[in-house]
């Protein structure tokens, strides 16, 4: 029973949230060039996703096996300004794959950096 408890306290919870505040080492390596970019952070269950779009982006977490798909659907696309979407994501050992989707489809990750 205390091994059980001690493994559940150390499990970290899967999420994503948008921040406003974006911390400088991540503020750092963030390539403006890149409209998809992920930041790992080294031996952390957290990554940053930085999606550069026009218009509003709403996301949601979905899991198939090992994999986690990120989607990201972007509405009111009228507004000519590209706007920077920082999110943070809280990752779980389960899942070994991300997929990011866009509107439903799978979109390459233009940059990986590892902070």
């Known amino acids: 029973m205390t091994v059980f408890i001690l493994t559940a306290c150390n499990s970290s919870k899967l999420s994503i949230s948008e921040i406003e505040i974006v911390p400088e080492k991540v503020q750092k390596v963030i ?14 269950d957290v990554s940053y996703i930085v999606f550069r779009t026009k218009g509003t982006v709403t996301t949601d977490l979905e899991t198939q096996n090992d994999t986690l798909i990120i989607k990201l659907d972007v509405t009111n696309q009228q507004d ?3 706007k920077q979407h920082v999110y943070k994501l809280t990752l779980d050992s389960n899942h070994d794959t991300i997929d990011i989707q866009v509107n439903g489809k799978s979109t390459p990750i233009n940059n990986v950096t590892g902070i």
Request: glycine share 0%; aromatic share 0%; hydrophobic share 35%.
């Open 31 to 44: 390539d403006e060039k890149n409209t998809l970019q992920l930041i790992n952070e080294v031996d952390k």
């Open 80 to 82: 000519n300004a590209i």
